[in-house]
């Protein structure tokens, strides 16, 4: 089983990045990938899509778990 973590933040150019880190049951964390959503806001809405999106990609049966910060944006993602 996998747990992905996820986390958000901004460059120098207020460009929105996510990172999705894979965390495999065998204690091995991978860099799953990162996002560049240009100058797409932070939304719960678009974490949302982003970490669904990276589930579909591993398969949703294969996630034991779902991790991120407690900003914001990432409570309200849980609701949806």
């Known amino acids: 089983f ?11 150019k207020r460009n929105y990045i996510n990172f ?12 799953h990938g990162s996002k560049v959503g240009g100058s797409e806001p932070h939304t719960g809405i ?5 970490i ?6 591993i398969g949703k ?7 991120t910060d407690s900003a914001a944006n990432n409570k309200f993602t849980i609701n949806l």
């Open 46 to 50: 678009a974490i949302k899509n982003e």
């Open 20 to 31: 999705i880190v894979v965390d495999v049951s065998n204690q091995t964390t991978v860099f």
């Open 52 to 57: 669904a999106e990276q589930i579909e990609k």
């Open 2 to 12: 996998y747990t992905v973590v996820s986390d958000s933040s901004t460059n120098l």
């Open 61 to 67: 049966y294969k996630i034991a778990g779902v991790c």
